[in-house]
């Protein structure tokens, strides 16, 4: 097991905080009194093995499930009891572990149509197309950052699967998120287009926190600077990945007991 934890020096604020979140269904307790901090300008990494609660986690912070105890605080706020919609647009936006784009769109197009939610111009079906154009510019910046410049007019059908999910980043970008949650982004990848879209993320965490839930270990050590494990909803061990990737309950649950 490869080590190359990502070194940090001062601990920059808070963003996304959750204490005593706990989700039950009926009689099972999927997730149970897990303390979450996630900082600016940090890669936050939530690991652990298939049922461990990851994805219920993701779910109750973005408010597409009410916890059944606990609080959630974005950016000062409490979001507990807040709609999605709103929290989206407090600047918490989410990934999907399937690709979310447009298919028979271009791949411009998919980030303009992104746009129009913090333009203003979502609701105004009546202006005419051009009125888009405005929104050129920025696309053209967030696919430059993303390094889709040379296929801005490709049919989004036509990318490859890796490519696909650089363009959800791009659209998800578009709404100038302050924490962005990726959900398995590395799920289906070949080498290549892992190691782009690890650089990615190292480059949208200069200026917002990101969370994301990752099978990829090697990912998990090459970028994020800290990581919760969790297993059975609960949190096992947190750290950097050098710190939790040594501890042998860690090694026991989710990573085996082979040497590194």
Same mark, same amino acid.
């Given at each position: 097991?490869?080590? %190359?934890? #990502?070194?940090?020096?001062?601990?920059? /604020?808070?963003?996304?905080?959750? /204490?005593?979140?706990? &989700?039950?269904?009926?009689?099972?307790?999927?997730? &149970?009194?897990?303390?979450?901090?996630?900082?600016?300008?940090?890669?936050?990494?939530?690991?652990?093995?298939?049922?461990?609660?990851?994805?219920? #986690?993701?779910?109750?912070?973005?408010?597409?499930?009410?916890? +059944?105890?606990?609080?959630?605080?974005?950016?000062?706020?409490?979001?507990?009891?807040?709609?999605?919609? &709103?929290?989206?647009?407090?600047?918490?936006? *989410? +990934?999907?572990?399937? +690709?979310?784009?447009?298919?028979?769109?271009? #791949?411009?197009?998919?980030?303009?149509?992104?746009?129009?939610?913090?333009? %203003?111009?979502?609701?105004?079906?009546?202006?005419?197309?051009?009125?888009?154009?405005?929104? %050129?510019?920025?696309?053209?910046?967030?696919?430059?950052?993303? @390094?889709?410049?040379?296929?801005?007019? =490709?049919?989004? !059908?036509?990318?490859?699967? @890796? *490519?696909?999910? #650089?363009?959800?980043?791009?659209?998800?970008? !578009?709404?100038?998120?302050?924490?962005?949650?990726?959900?398995?982004?590395?799920?289906?990848?070949?080498? $290549?287009?892992?190691?782009?879209?690890?650089?990615?993320? *190292?480059?949208?965490?200069?200026? *917002?926190?990101?969370?994301?839930? $990752?099978?990829?270990?090697?990912?998990?050590?090459?970028?994020?600077?800290?990581? =919760?494990?969790?297993?059975?909803?609960?949190?096992?061990?947190? @750290?950097?990945?050098? =710190?939790?990737?040594?501890?042998?309950?860690?090694?026991?649950?989710?990573?085996?007991? $082979?040497?590194?």
């Amino acid at each position: 097991m490869a080590i %190359n934890a #990502v070194q940090t020096h001062e601990e920059p /604020r808070v963003v996304l905080s959750a /204490r005593g979140l706990t &989700k039950v269904f009926g009689a099972f307790a999927a997730v &149970k009194d897990v303390d979450l901090d996630v900082h600016h300008a940090r890669v936050h990494a939530l690991i652990g093995p298939n049922g461990a609660g990851k994805t219920t #986690v993701f779910n109750l912070l973005t408010k597409f499930l009410q916890p +059944s105890a606990g609080t959630i605080n974005l950016l000062g706020t409490d979001i507990t009891n807040t709609a999605p919609d &709103k929290v989206a647009r407090m600047g918490l936006v *989410r +990934s999907f572990q399937i +690709s979310a784009v447009f298919p028979h769109l271009t #791949v411009l197009d998919n980030v303009r149509v992104a746009l129009q939610r913090p333009n %203003n111009l979502a609701t105004q079906f009546w202006l005419p197309m051009s009125s888009l154009d405005r929104l %050129n510019q920025r696309a053209e910046e967030l696919l430059a950052a993303v @390094g889709l410049a040379d296929a801005r007019n =490709t049919v989004a !059908a036509d990318l490859s699967y @890796g *490519r696909k999910r #650089v363009l959800e980043i791009a659209t998800t970008l !578009a709404l100038d998120p302050k924490v962005l949650l990726l959900d398995e982004p590395m799920a289906g990848m070949g080498q $290549e287009d892992i190691g782009t879209v690890s650089s990615i993320i *190292r480059n949208v965490a200069k200026e *917002r926190a990101v969370l994301m839930v $990752e099978h990829n270990l090697s990912v998990v050590a090459d970028i994020c600077h800290h990581v =919760t494990v969790l297993q059975r909803g609960e949190i096992l061990a947190e @750290g950097d990945y050098a =710190t939790v990737s040594q501890d042998p309950r860690v090694r026991t649950a989710y990573m085996g007991t $082979e040497e590194a």
